[in-house]
């Protein structure tokens, strides 16, 4: 992913320490200012959800209808409770909690829920979330509480896709429009930091803690560097940068369960990573488990698709070997016509197997996963060059050069999946950049959408998962755990099972509750 809705990237760091360090004994951090420091390492592109912030759930400054508990169940929110769906599961209907107003006064009513999605939906506002949304054929407002969505097909996710934020009817694109949510938006720096006060008047209760501030740090041990120094009270970072904060006094670890994987898209009209040969010797190359083992700390799993095992959805006929298989690789690029050169390297008429495989320059964790993965290609005769970009440099290679992705979502299968490699998203941006094209995915995508019934989708998914697996779409590596270093001792902070991680959700979903621990 790039940025907070779509990918990471390098950006100026937060250079005024807003913090202090915890004192001695671990209590919650004492601050000149009241503020909470939480550094990430990426930026938002928009804070406006009708634009992708924050679409599901964790926003500081929005509620959608519905929220996640930390078990991923769904709870009511800006709804009273849970909606309603009629037999044929093409009308859901909610009704809208009592008593909630917006930042700037306004109460909030079934047209600002209107107004959110249909500008949201409208392929004039360019939204790069309206995909995700495409089963709902209208939204309308019969009156201030009630919400009817009309979908073209049942949908399934609906209920989950309502973790949405909702903002006042009227609210422009442009600009960063008020919530209903437990923080106030006050400032936002670009490239730097973005700064909330707390909503002393939420509908679930005032926050704790007075201030927040985001700060972005794209480099992983600037990060730690920072968090060591107390300028930062709360960050995400990789397993083994995180390590010496395991015995700091004053800070807690949090190891938290995630679908969150690793791996490596490949371009697929490319002369060598476009040929199946190639992309199934490179699998069978690397050596998983050593990456889990080293890399990761032990702090995950080998990757051979999209979906977790720890899901229901999950496809065991996926699972491949969590160690190398040089042998069998070398075997197959044989039996395809890659034959070793002089200099070690195979060639098939006339070209080598050779390719780049480009990594975020500050994300640590895909550094030591490219130079691994290139280091177990070598040892079969592909010539795999690492290279680490910044974000601006990496966005118009990904047609040409393979590149170490990270996605994942603890969610429904639908979210993510289906732009990642339905062919209609082919070269849209990040999502499907090396212009994967299966028809047969495409089919068991859309069937699983558009169906009701959980078996029939199971059984769609489970095709997807085997045919992007035989076409080793990715080279699918690692899903990993996140781990928050957080400063202090807090109430409330409650671990469940993390998406891929780019915005304020996670462990912060629920900051407002955290309370100093006595």
């Known amino acids: 992913m790039r940025r907070a809705v779509v990918l990471p990237l390098t950006f100026a760091l937060f250079t005024a320490a807003c913090s202090a360090p915890a004192p001695p004994g671990g209590s919650a951090p004492s601050t000149a200012d009241d503020t909470f420091v939480i550094a990430l390492s990426s930026e938002f592109e928009s804070l406006n959800p009708m634009l992708g912030y924050s679409p599901d759930g964790g926003s500081l400054m929005f509620d959608g209808l519905m929220s996640r508990a930390p078990d991923l169940s769904m709870e009511p929110a800006l709804a009273s409770g849970p909606p309603t769906t009629s037999k044929d599961g093409k009308t859901v209907t909610f009704t809208l909690r009592d008593g909630v107003k917006f930042h700037n006064g306004q109460d909030l009513t079934s047209a600002d829920v209107e107004y959110t999605y249909e500008t949201m939906l409208d ?10 949304f495409a089963a709902i054929k209208e939204v309308e407002a019969p009156d201030p509480k009630t919400v009817v969505f009309t979908l073209n097909y049942p949908y399934a996710p ?3 896709r309502t973790t949405l934020g909702v903002v006042p009817k009227g609210a422009s694109l442009k600009e960063t429009p008020p919530g209903t949510g437990p923080y106030r938006f006050v400032s936002w720096t670009p490239g730097d930091k973005v700064a909330f006060t707390a909503n002393t ?6 926050p704790a803690i007075p201030k927040v501030v985001v700060a972005f740090a794209a480099d992983d041990n600037v990060r730690a560097t920072r968090m060591s120094a107390g300028e930062f009270d709360a960050t995400i970072l990789p397993p083994k940068v995180a390590a010496p904060f395991r015995t700091q006094a004053g800070l807690k670890v949090y190891d938290v369960a ?3 994987y690793r791996g490596i898209m490949f371009p697929m009209k490319e002369p060598v990573t476009g040929d199946l040969a190639i992309r199934k010797a490179f699998s069978l190359a690397v050596d998983r488990q050593a990456m889990v083992d080293t890399i990761l700390a032990g702090a995950g799993e080998p990757a051979f698709g999209p979906i977790s095992p720890a899901t229901k959805w999950y496809n065991a006929v996926v699972t491949g070997k969590g160690t190398s298989d040089p042998a069998g690789a ?4 044989d039996e395809a016509g890659w034959k070793p050169g002089a200099d070690g390297i195979r060639v098939k008429d006339g070209k080598p197997a050779k390719f780049t495989l480009m990594y975020p320059a500050g994300d640590s964790l895909r550094k030591e996963l490219a130079l691994a993965a290139a ?3 070598r040892k079969i005769g592909l010539d795999v060059e690492p290279a680490g970009l910044d974000w601006d440099a990496i966005e118009p290679r990904m047609a040409k050069d393979a590149l170490m992705m990270g996605w994942g979502s603890a969610y429904d299968p639908d979210y993510i999946n289906y732009e990642l490699f339905h062919s209609a998203y082919a070269g849209k941006g990040f999502f499907n950049p090396g212009r994967y094209d299966n028809p047969k995915v495409d089919k068991a995508l859309e069937k699983a959408r558009e ?9 769609a998914y489970d095709d997807f998962q085997k045919t992007i697996f035989e076409d080793e779409a990715w080279s699918f590596l690692v899903f990993l755990k996140h781990v928050y270093v957080i400063r202090g001792d807090w109430q409330g902070v409650t671990p469940g099972v993390d998406g891929h991680e780019h915005a304020t959700g996670g462990l912060f979903r629920n900051l407002h509750t955290w309370k100093p621990a006595k």
């Open 451 to 459: 169906s009701g019934e959980e078996a029939e989708r199971k059984a």
């Open 201 to 206: 008047a939420y509908w679930g209760g005032a």
């Open 158 to 160: 609906l209920v989950q």
């Open 330 to 333: 070398g075997k197959l690029l």
């Open 375 to 377: 280091s177990d290609a």
């Open 123 to 132: 392929p004039k506002s360019s939204s790069p979330i309206a995909g995700d």
């Open 258 to 260: 995630a679908n969150d």
